[in-house]
């Protein structure tokens, strides 16, 4: 059989059917792909843990752009190159986390004063929005609901059909989340992030 786009006549049809939203084509998927993509991580980012977050980053983005999948292109590449962009946004967030810990370090508090001429203020705004967006879709929708739209828990539970109590255990776990994410940044920093997110 010709190789063609994406290997194999059988992988593309996998591919076709993952692209429609079938769920055991996307697990066909990952089981081809998780262990190779970790060792591809891992080789790169010499963390484990980290190693498993951007694999299972690089699923979720899989699957929530499924429907813009080429299936002329080779879904080796396009996949791994889904991996790369992951690994770079790691080294990325470690450069930036690194330069913001020298700086708080030697600035004092009022650092915060002046925080909106400076590019610090850019990067926790930058880290706490990826934050945000990283959160599972029905926990980030409570959040941006609550903390940027204003709305109260009563009208969100009304507004998202759920309950009451289950809209706070999701707000809470959120706020739970993002200052464990954010739980290394220095003192200045961390006023910052807690005036953003809550």
């Known amino acids: 059989m010709h190789l063609i786009g994406y290997q194999m ?3 593309k049809k996998t591919i076709e059917r993952f692209k429609e939203g079938d769920v055991a084509a996307f697990d066909t998927i990952y089981r081809k792909y998780s262990r190779k993509l970790f060792h591809f ?3 790169l980012v010499k963390e484990r843990e980290m190693s498993r977050d951007i694999v299972q980053e690089v699923f979720i983005n ?7 999948v080429d299936l002329n292109l080779n879904f080796d590449n396009y996949i791994f190159t889904i991996a790369y962009n992951s690994i770079l946004k790691f080294f990325r967030k470690r450069a930036v986390e690194t330069r ?25 705004l930058e880290l706490a929005n ?3 967006e990283n959160l599972p879709p029905m926990r980030k929708m409570v959040y941006k609901l609550n903390r940027q739209e204003g709305m109260k828990i009563k009208e969100i539970a009304r507004k998202l059909n759920i309950s009451k109590r289950t809209a706070e255990n999701h707000l809470a776990r959120a706020l739970k989340h993002l200052k464990e994410e954010l739980s290394w940044m220095s003192v200045p920093a961390i006023i910052f992030v807690l005036l953003f997110i809550q």
């Open 41 to 43: 991580a891992l080789g």
């Open 62 to 68: 899989l699957w929530e752009k499924r429907s813009k």
């Open 100 to 124: 913001l810990k020298e700086q708080m370090l030697v600035n004092s508090p009022e650092v915060l004063e002046s925080v909106e001429g400076n590019v610090i203020y850019y990067e926790l």
């Open 130 to 132: 990826n934050s945000i």
């Open 9 to 11: 006549l059988d992988d």
